[in-house]
């Protein structure tokens, strides 16, 4: 089981940027699939951004081109870099992880994840 942390959020305006960390421990997550989801108030979670063990990258198409997804193996690290971030992005972020190949953008295929941070975005 690996635990995850996450950090970074906050409350910008509409424009500014952030970077979320989630930090892995219990084991390397340098092989697996790290994806960031993200739940608004009164609605359901959905799916962010993903990375593979060999560097893919997966977007959903709301953040595509504004938000960039990293890892640091290194620091059993992953990033989540939101620019041009919009009132709409306004929701509590989640890191997860899974070992094994899955359909990125479904959440119920994660083993792991994290207490989530808030990132709220003023107009």
């Known amino acids: 089981q690996v635990q995850l942390v996450e950090s970074g959020g906050g409350l910008v305006q509409a424009g500014d940027s952030l970077r979320l960390s989630c930090a892995a421990s219990?084991?390397?997550?340098?092989?697996?699939?790290m994806g960031w989801f993200r739940q608004a108030p009164g609605k359901e979670r959905e799916f962010v951004a993903a990375?593979?063990?060999?560097?893919?990258?997966y977007y959903a198409d709301s953040v595509k081109g504004r938000f960039t997804i990293s890892r640091d193996n290194a620091k059993n690290t992953v990033y989540l870099q939101m620019n041009s971030l919009k009132p709409e992005d306004t929701a509590v972020y989640y890191c997860a992880a899974c070992p094994r190949p899955i359909n990125v953008r479904a959440g119920g295929q994660y083993d792991d994840w994290g207490q989530g941070t808030q990132v709220t975005v003023s107009s």
């Open positions: 990375i593979a063990w060999i560097g893919n990258t």
């Open positions: 219990g084991r390397t997550v340098s092989s697996y699939i």
